[in-house]
């Protein structure tokens, strides 16, 4: 029986590369059945584009037109994309490696342009395709290649970061909370700006062994217990947020012209100058 999100796979490129128990397909699936719910949205008209690194393998396997580039280098290709075909929907795969270290600026000046892209952030907490690296989003204290008795710097809140910079949506979910996952993302697609969606997923290989902390299923069992809901995060009390639990939800969803728009303005001005 053919599942009704098959048709959005190369199947000649399958089965992925991705360990057992990876979360990277559940947030690779939760985009293509946003995309699926979002109408107008056909993968003649969607284009993917992703960074290096093991989330941005997804674009390989998605059957839209695709862009596998240069590491960090996502956000900068997608705008080009918009840019030059603005009738065409532009969604970003990236991690929290490619997204915050080497693609930082890109991704902070894309986020200020309020660029029309939907960048959904697959975030593992470590570089795992390069071999267990530390990235600006591992934890504080938890292990990495770089970081063998735990990280002593401060990670990056990627959701804080995206709506300081002036993404107009923002939101946060899990690889545990699909139907969430999958609402979050259809929602970033609809917002005409720039849309960052934060999806914590499981890597059981290079974050998950090196922190003991246990299966995919225990660490999706973590996501579970420690993600709350933003409407009931909002009503702890300051001690209840420490610790290990983080919100969920959308933190960010306000309008503002977006680049494209921008851009013909200036065009516009440019060729009446010169009339
Ligand atoms: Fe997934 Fe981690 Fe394996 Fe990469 S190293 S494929 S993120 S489990």
Known sequence: MERSYEKYFRQN???????????????????VQAIGQ????????????????????????????????????????????????????????????????????????????????????????IYGMTGGQASPMTPLGKKATTAPYGSVDRPFDACKLAEAAGATYVAR????????????????????????IEALVQCPTAYGRRNKLGSPANMMKWMRDNAVMLAAWNKLPEEKKQGEKFPIGCFCSTSATDYDTAYDEVIARAEEAVK
């Open 38 to 125: 979002q109408e107008g949205f056909t993968q003649d008209n969607t284009v993917i584009v992703s960074g290096i690194g093991c989330s941005s393998r997804a674009s390989g396997y998605m059957d839209f037109d695709t862009l596998h580039t240069a590491h960090g280098r996502a956000v900068p290709f997608a705008t080009g994309i918009k840019l030059a075909r603005p009738e065409l929907n532009v969604v970003v795969i990236t991690g929290d490696g490619d997204c915050t270290a080497i693609g930082g600026n890109h991704f902070i000046h894309g986020c200020r342009r309020n660029v029309d892209l939907t960048v959904v952030l697959f975030n593992n907490n």
């Open 13 to 31: 490129r399958l089965p992925h590369l991705w360990c057992p128990g990876c979360g990277n397909g559940i947030a690779m699936k939760a985009i």
């Open 173 to 196: 979910s899990t690889a545990y909370h699909v139907p969430h996952l999958t609402k979050m993302i259809k929602d970033g697609l609809s917002n005409k700006g720039f849309s960052f």
